[in-house]
């Protein structure tokens, strides 16, 4: 703890040691000892691209050289007028308009600004409230919070937190009532009717949603029908279904975006995290061609804004990411690779019996460690199974990702993420199930 104290930095959990970072480059992270990491969760489903790509370097400092920063309320600027015709050209139907923010917290906090600001441009000035699900998460601020279900960032602020129901998750491993699919009936997206309709359809401007579940579920993805199920729901009561996609989208799930698995188009789409690939802060929310006809057709502007929004550095690493991963056809070769892993991972599961679940889709892969995969008996919270597996994954050099601590929804539970950058070949996936393999082992040695 002196050390901590001596240091300048208030650090995400002060008194912990961190490793200083040297460098970086393709899948591989190098600490200042000459330690070697592999990053099997590109950060926290971040690095999409890998690491030290210099024409994305190149592409920043070149803008930072031209034009650092303008305020958005005054200039527009090349890069974010580029990236938004990408992106709209990338995303299926009229999704059409994108506004630029720094992270994904902001990204949904701005949705649910422009959602409830679009229905009181058309009139609806009662729809304020916003239906979340359990086994979510959709950032730190007191409005997102609000409408997930993430307890252990809940807690502390509950005072400051709006009232807005949740509903149960799709999350078939440990379905809510208990229920198999199919014949479960679908209730988890049924639940979405009777929420509305019990808050009122009056009351009610969106609901917000993770297509596959990141970190509070590690990649759990719904049954077929439950998109297009909502879908239905959704605009019967003139509720906008707003897709959280900052860490499944963008390739991540295998397609451009998550729910085009199911070919269900959200109003709003909110990306992050991949989109600036780490090497800028950057996120965005998407719209609808019909809403954003309403921004323009009513009050002209919309009622928000923050300083580094469209910010021409940030919008060119976003740019020249979007550019690689289509020079490298990174996206087309999700597929294969996602399937090469899933494959290794359940291959694991036969000689680990800690691993319960191995689920996801595309490059969006997760682990759930249980006590007895049998009776799916958890371990308990104090046994930190999950955090357990990490830190000696990550002695062992290999990086993976978990909610305990962060993003554990009420029911504690281990998981573990697995979603290496795409450029990643099939030797250094060889390597990380090996690590995996090896890290496992230790962990039952000690657990089971
Ligand atoms: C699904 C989802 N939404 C939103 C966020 C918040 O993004 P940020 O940490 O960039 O604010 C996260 C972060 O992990 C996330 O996983």
Not at 226 to 255: H, T
Not at 376 to 392: C, D, G, L, P, T
Request: glycine share 10%; hydrophobic share 40%; proline share 5%.
């Amino acid at each position: 703890m002196q050390g901590a104290q001596e240091k300048k930095v208030f650090y995400r959990s002060p008194g912990k040691e961190y490793p200083q970072v040297e460098r970086a480059r393709g899948v591989y992270i190098y600490d200042t000892t000459g330690k070697k990491y592999l990053d099997g969760a590109s950060g926290c489903v971040v690095a999409n691209i890998g690491y030290g790509v210099t024409q994305v370097a190149d592409a920043m400092g070149e803008t930072a050289a031209k034009i650092s920063y303008v305020h958005s309320s005054t200039f527009t600027n090349q890069p974010q007028e580029e990236l938004a015709r990408c992106l709209a050209g990338a995303t299926p139907g009229e999704l059409n308009h994108t506004y630029f923010v720094s992270g994904g917290t902001e990204a949904n906090e701005t949705a649910m600004s422009m959602a409830l600001q679009y229905h009181i441009q058309k009139g609806s000035k009662g729809k304020y409230k916003f239906i979340g699900r359990t086994l979510s998460y959709h950032g730190s601020s007191f409005g997102t919070l609000s409408v997930a279900s993430n307890t252990a960032r809940r807690r502390l602020f509950s005072p400051l937190l709006l009232p807005f129901p949740l509903i149960p998750a799709p999350h078939c491993y440990r379905c809510h009532y208990g229920l198999s699919y199919p014949a479960c009936g679908l209730l988890c997206a049924k639940a979405l009717e009777q929420v509305i309709l019990a808050e009122g359809p009056e009351n009610v401007a969106g609901f917000l949603v993770e297509p596959v579940i990141g970190t509070s579920a590690a990649a759990s993805v719904p049954p077929a029908e439950y998109f297009p199920l909502v879908r239905e729901i959704c605009d019967r009561y003139d509720v906008l279904l707003i897709a959280d996609e900052v860490l499944c989208g963008y390739g991540r799930s295998g397609k451009f975006m998550a729910l085009e698995h199911w070919q269900v188009e959200p109003d709003l789409l909110t990306l992050g995290k991949g989109l600036g690939g780490g090497y800028a802060p950057l996120a965005a929310v998407m719209v609808q061609e019909r809403i954003h006809r309403v921004f323009c057709e009513n009050w002209g502007k919309f009622v928000h804004g923050y300083t580094y929004q469209g910010n021409p550095v940030c919008c060119s690493a976003g740019l020249a990411v979007f550019r690689y991963i289509r020079q490298e056809k990174l996206f087309e070769q999700l597929p294969e690779k996602g399937d090469f892993l899933f494959k290794g991972l359940k291959a694991l599961a036969k000689d680990h019996p800690i691993i319960g679940d191995v689920r996801g889709l595309g490059f969006l892969l997760g682990l759930e460690l249980v006590r007895d995969a049998s009776s799916k008996e958890s371990f308990s919270k104090e046994v930190q199974a999950a955090e357990k597996a990490r830190k000696i994954s990550m002695d062992k050099g290999l990086l993976l990702y978990t909610g305990v601590g962060g993003t554990a929804d009420i029911m504690p539970r281990d998981y573990l993420l697995i979603a290496p950058p795409f450029v990643i070949s099939h030797s250094e996936m060889e390597e990380l199930l090996s690590i995996l393999d090896a890290s496992l082992t230790e962990v039952e040695e000690k657990l089971l």
